[in-house]
């Protein structure tokens, strides 16, 4: 079974920085890609940022190009989320997840599950 839980959420003033963890375990972890999703109290969930674990390709949402960056690291089964810049409208609870397809950036190509961290940024 595998487990990911995510840290590093928590309150900051816009134009800040967080980096959010997100640490997988479990016997037989085996991932393609690895995604950051966030979602907002009434909105749906929406894609932030997703990296290929092979070649550590990576793919952002326009409103967050310039200012996260994703990363991992395969030996600790690890992916990263730094957050620079930090908005209001980046407010939300932040999910990792895993994919079996390496080119997947869509919520439903994934099917393991952080519990998610809540990320606030006030104005």
């Known amino acids: 079974q595998v487990q990911l839980v995510e840290s590093g959420g928590g309150l900051v003033q816009a134009g800040g920085s967080l980096r959010l963890s997100c640490a997988a375990s479990?016997?037989?972890?085996?991932?393609?890609?690895m995604g950051w999703f966030r979602q907002a109290p009434g909105k749906e969930r929406e894609s932030v940022a997703t990296i290929t674990w092979t070649d550590g390709s990576t793919w952002y949402a326009e409103s967050v190009k310039g200012r996260f960056t994703i990363s991992r690291d395969n030996a600790k089964k690890t992916v990263y989320l730094q957050m620079n810049s930090l908005k209001p409208e980046d407010t939300a609870v932040y999910y990792c997840?895993?994919?079996?397809?390496?080119?997947?950036?869509?919520?439903?190509?994934?099917?393991?599950w952080g519990q998610g961290t809540q990320v606030t940024v006030t104005s």
């Open positions: 997840a895993s994919s079996e397809f390496g080119w997947a950036t869509r919520p439903a190509n994934y099917r393991s």
């Open positions: 479990g016997s037989g972890f085996r991932t393609s890609a």
